[in-house]
């Protein structure tokens, strides 16, 4: 069973930048991250490729947040710039074991492929 673990959430002021790191136990293929306010359904936020090479971000995010990878070190992060309160969330880094590439599921707001392995989830707080 791969173990995976986020870090980094904070309270911030609006405007703000947070960077969001996840750890896995060992390697994975396409990653994502995901937030929950509450509330709302979940929502995803921005996924990367293996390669790291092929990124999808939602619209609610592109152009602020960048989602990045270093395999070497088993990790996933999210930078977070000009952050706005409505980003405030539980934020989940996932992962596939099997699955190289991911996107968005059209129309819901959620991400493909079905990913194998959650974080517990750090909190970002975006205060105005």
């Known amino acids: 069973q791969v173990q995976v673990v986020e870090s980094g959430g904070d309270v911030v002021q609006a405007g703000g930048s947070l960077r969001l790191s996840c750890t896995s136990s060992k390697s994975t293929q396409a990653m994502g991250w995901f937030r929950q306010a509450p509330g709302k359904p979940r929502e995803g936020v921005a996924c990367?490729?293996?390669?790291?090479?092929?990124?999808y971000y939602s619209d609610s995010v592109k152009g602020r947040f960048t989602v990045s990878r270093d395999d070497a070190q088993y990790a996933l992060y999210l930078q977070m710039n000009n952050l706005k309160p409505d980003d405030t969330a539980t934020y989940y880094c996932?992962?596939?074991?099997?699955?190289?590439?991911?996107?968005?599921?059209?129309?819901?707001?959620?991400?493909?492929?079905?990913?194998?392995?959650w974080g517990q989830g750090t909190q970002v707080t975006v205060s105005s």
């Open positions: 990367i490729s293996s390669s790291g090479k092929s990124t």
């Open positions: 996932a992962a596939a074991a099997v699955h190289r590439y991911c996107t968005a599921v059209a129309g819901t707001g959620d991400l493909k492929p079905d990913f194998d392995y």
